[in-house]
């Protein structure tokens, strides 16, 4: 899989929370394989907007969108409790 490079806001933000080397190894098992295990990748809800994500940590996720079949773009690091995405609906 390839993956566009991250913006400079995710880069600030991994290392804000000495995310760094985890997010490099979690970032090679998934260009390796989207799937492997330990990445626990999922298609979040609503699954029409086709967002997934992989886990980077047992805190954190990387939120992702396919841009094509082998190519994706990380759009977001940030906790399982927090919800990042606001959509406005109006």
Known sequence: M???PLRENLQKFLK????????NKQLSLFKD???YPSLHTERLEPKALKIYSFRVNRKYRAIFILISPREAEIVDINSHIQVSFYWNMS
């Open 33 to 35: 394989n989207p799937r």
């Open 16 to 23: 804000r929370h000495n995310l760094q080397n985890k997010f």
């Open 2 to 4: 390839d993956v566009k």
